[in-house]
């Protein structure tokens, strides 16, 4: 864990944007984007789940992640509403089992949910049953999830620089220049 932490303070203070803020938080995200990104690498599937006002940022992710221009294997990114157009639909526990079955029949190599949105969210409940879902949650303190503000009034670009940052993380391990193992 030691060499990310220095990886990822590294890879802050070389941004050339406002990202300072984050040096602070690095204990936080380390772990979580460890997780993540080991997942990844391991060839699990990653389920992109958002609320609506963040809806426009899965979007962003998913043309930013498999961007030909990186030249790096594709990874199987997917938005969840767009594969299961009946995601609004699910209320009860035993319905989102079903989905959950039916993501384990889809996905044999294993899936893992990422989740940005508000807590109180209904999707943030089958992010909440996943376990070693990649969880950025807006406006609580959640056990494993890294917190943001919805009032922050750099909110959006917060979430971009996060992005950038998950994004490098992830071709550093994909190349081999970052051992998530240590």
């Known amino acids: 864990m030691?060499?990310?932490?220095?990886?990822?303070?590294?890879?802050?203070?070389?941004?050339?944007?406002?990202?300072?803020?984050?040096?602070?938080?690095?204990?936080?995200?380390?772990?979580?984007?460890?997780?993540?990104v080991s997942q990844s690498v391991e060839g699990k599937t990653v389920l992109i789940v958002t609320d609506e006002s963040h809806k426009w940022f899965g979007k962003y992710i998913l043309n930013a992640v498999n961007d030909l221009r990186k030249n790096r294997p594709l990874l199987p990114f997917y938005q969840l509403s767009e594969c299961f157009p009946n995601l609004s639909n699910l209320h009860t526990t035993d319905e989102m089992q079903l989905l959950e079955d039916m993501l384990e029949i889809s996905y044999p190599n294993g899936y893992y949910v990422w989740y940005i949105g508000r807590g109180d969210h209904p999707y943030s409940k089958l992010a909440y049953r996943c376990d070693n879902s990649f969880l950025w949650v807006l406006d609580e303190e959640v056990q494993n999830a890294f917190a943001l503000r919805s009032s922050d009034p750099l909110l959006d670009i917060k979430l971009l620089q996060l992005y950038k940052l998950f994004d490098t993380t992830l071709s550093a391990a994909l190349f081999g220049e970052l051992e998530l193992d240590s």
């Open 2 to 36: 030691q060499q990310l932490l220095k990886w990822t303070l590294d890879t802050i203070r070389e941004e050339e944007s406002s990202f300072s803020w984050m040096e602070e938080y690095r204990y936080e995200w380390a772990p979580l984007v460890k997780s993540a």
